[in-house]
């Protein structure tokens, strides 16, 4: 089974800039791993923030967009809100089958 | 609006088996593929099962021959058949529309219903 990574952790400043990376142990991240990317918070179930590497939800906000950066996917948070703060997992497609990057913790600093 | 319901959860032991269902409304829940996920205590989530709207299926290989995903579309029901369940289970499970087999996600989850296995 392939491994997802994110990076542990991150910190941006209010009103700043982050990107948060998902790379895979087999390769590029490619559009045909259709990257998801969520968003969840102590004791919430995750909420789909990105499906299909850049495609938002109705309740996503302007600020997040998706896409592919040096063979990976990515989340970038333009304009950083204290309540962005929270623990971001992506998701891969294998074959059909799915697996989830270990998370990554942002600190809005 | 769109709800997806979590049921089904408890505490067991080791070696017996679980239904969890999950009830769809707002939405056409007959042409969307669907996924249980789960998550341990204090874990990241782990994608568990998928099932698209005429019941092709994928597992993760932990949980292959032990769980089956099932749906039944006039009830608007997901369906989680968990049998020889294991401590490793423990987890809360969520259902999700998460797209696939060519379908595109309304991209709810459920609330998730809390399993746990202990002797």
């Known amino acids: 089974q392939a491994v997802v990574t994110q990076e542990p952790s991150l910190t941006v400043s209010p009103g700043g800039t982050v990107t948060l990376t998902c790379g895979s142990s087999?390769?590029?991240?490619?559009?045909?791993?259709?990257p998801y990317w969520f968003q969840q918070k102590p004791g919430q179930a995750p909420r789909t923030l990105i499906y299909?590497?850049?495609n938002k939800h109705s309740w996503t906000p302007a600020r997040f967009s998706g896409s592919l950066l040096g063979g990976k996917a990515a989340l970038t948070i333009s304009g950083a809100q204290p309540e962005d703060e929270a623990e971001y997992y992506c998701l891969l497609s294998y074959d059909k089958t799915r697996v989830f990057g270990g998370g990554a913790k942002l600190t809005v600093l | 609006q769109v709800q997806l319901v979590e049921s089904g959860g408890g505490v067991v032991q080791p070696g017996t088996s679980l239904r969890l269902s999950c009830a769809a409304s707002?939405?056409?829940?007959?042409?969307?593929?669907m996924h249980w996920v789960r998550q341990a205590p204090g874990k990241g989530p782990e994608w568990v099962a998928v099932i698209s709207y005429d019941g092709r299926n994928k597992y993760t290989d932990s949980v292959k021959g032990r769980f089956t995903i099932s749906r039944d579309n006039s009830k608007n029901t997901l369906y989680l058949q968990m049998n020889s369940l294991r401590a490793e289970d423990t987890a809360v499970y969520f259902c999700?529309?998460?797209?696939?087999?060519?379908?595109?996600?309304?991209?709810?989850w459920g609330q998730g219903t809390l399993v746990t296995v202990s002797s």
């Open positions: 299909d590497t850049y």
């Open positions: 087999t390769g590029a991240v490619t559009s045909g791993h259709y």
């Open positions: 999700a529309s998460l797209g696939g087999f060519g379908v595109a996600p309304t991209g709810h």
């Open positions: 707002g939405f056409t829940f007959s042409t969307y593929t």
